[in-house]
């Protein structure tokens, strides 16, 4: 019996494919959303920066008193409890309005991957609505809160601009485009750090309220090892990327 003969292609088969052109109306939204995002996260970076300096500036004084090292002076400054009161509900509604993300991969708006997208956003929306919500008492006067704030904002407010750049089409700067993919290797490790803090230190407060939600909060907590792993890694093949096409 001889060879089946393989189907012949169509014409249609035979056409060279053609990148699929990204619609203006997309473009322009995410656009605009990326912008608005930048911009919101560079009020949490600027007031996160501001407020802390001048609290630990305070702290120095009176440490200078008291006898207190740097680091002694830095803690206190920033455990006054002054970056939670200002930027508490405004780093809520702003991280919240980064939930669109999920929406955006899980439609196909954008490329990201699904799950470190999830990830990343479930992760958010624990700490400033299931921890620093629920329980400020064990969050207002934490360094741990001001710390993540910084990695959070500053690490938002260079992703989406070099967004912006790269919808716009005027090609991304030289120096955002270092930032975007170097700065995560401290950044990712000083947020996640603090996360993990922030979450150990209201379990007991946690246990008030329900005594199932510190073996909940136990439970994430041993996530965040395999997670941060996942989202380290997905950063670093994003490096490589970059780097092969430079």
Same mark, same amino acid.
């Given at each position: 019996?001889?060879?089946?003969?393989?189907?012949?292609?169509?014409?249609?088969?035979?056409?060279?494919?053609?990148?699929?052109?990204?619609?203006?109306?997309?473009?322009?939204?995410?656009?605009?959303?990326?912008?608005?995002?930048?911009?919101?996260?560079?009020?949490?970076?600027?007031?996160?920066?501001?407020?802390?300096?001048?609290?630990?500036?305070?702290?120095?004084?009176?440490?200078?008193?008291?006898?207190?090292?740097?680091?002694?002076?830095?803690?206190?400054?920033?455990?006054?409890?002054?970056? *939670?009161? /200002?930027?508490?509900? +405004?780093?809520?509604? =702003?991280?919240? &309005?980064? !939930? #669109?993300? $999920?929406?955006?991969? @899980?439609?196909?708006?954008?490329?990201?991957?699904?799950?470190?997208?999830?990830?990343?956003?479930?992760?958010?929306?624990?700490?400033?609505?299931?921890?620093?919500?629920?329980?400020?008492?064990?969050?207002?006067?934490?360094?741990?809160?001001?710390?993540?704030?910084?990695?959070?904002? *500053?690490? /938002?407010?260079?992703? +989406?601009?070099?967004? =912006?750049?790269? &919808?716009? !089409? #005027?090609? $991304?700067?030289?120096? @955002?485009?270092?930032?975007?993919?170097?700065?995560?290797?401290?950044?990712?490790?000083?947020?996640?750090?603090?996360?993990?803090?922030?979450?150990?230190?209201?379990?007991?407060?946690?246990?008030?309220?329900?005594?199932?939600?510190?073996?909940?909060?136990?439970?994430?907590?041993?996530?965040?090892?395999?997670?941060?792993?996942?989202?380290?890694?997905?950063?670093?093949?994003?490096?490589?990327? $970059?780097?092969?096409?430079?």
């Amino acid at each position: 019996m001889p060879p089946k003969q393989p189907p012949t292609p169509s014409p249609r088969d035979q056409r060279p494919s053609k990148p699929r052109a990204s619609s203006p109306i997309k473009t322009t939204y995410l656009l605009a959303y990326n912008a608005v995002s930048a911009a919101l996260w560079a009020g949490v970076l600027y007031k996160t920066v501001t407020i802390g300096a001048s609290e630990i500036q305070t702290a120095r004084k009176a440490g200078s008193f008291f006898g207190r090292s740097e680091a002694q002076s830095v803690a206190a400054g920033l455990a006054s409890g002054k970056v *939670f009161a /200002e930027l508490d509900g +405004y780093t809520r509604m =702003v991280q919240s &309005l980064a !939930g #669109l993300e $999920v929406l955006h991969s @899980l439609l196909g708006i954008v490329r990201a991957p699904l799950f470190t997208t999830l990830m990343q956003v479930a992760s958010r929306f624990l700490l400033v609505w299931g921890i620093a919500y629920p329980f400020p008492g064990t969050t207002q006067h934490s360094p741990a809160y001001s710390t993540m704030l910084l990695a959070w904002s *500053f690490t /938002e407010v260079v992703r +989406y601009s070099y967004f =912006v750049f790269t &919808l716009s !089409g #005027l090609g $991304v700067p030289s120096l @955002l485009s270092f930032l975007r993919y170097n700065t995560f290797t401290i950044l990712y490790p000083l947020g996640i750090a603090s996360e993990c803090w922030l979450v150990y230190s209201a379990i007991p407060a946690a246990r008030g309220v329900d005594e199932r939600i510190p073996f909940a909060l136990w439970a994430i907590l041993a996530v965040y090892v395999p997670g941060s792993y996942v989202l380290f890694t997905h950063m670093m093949r994003q490096r490589r990327k $970059v780097a092969r096409q430079a």
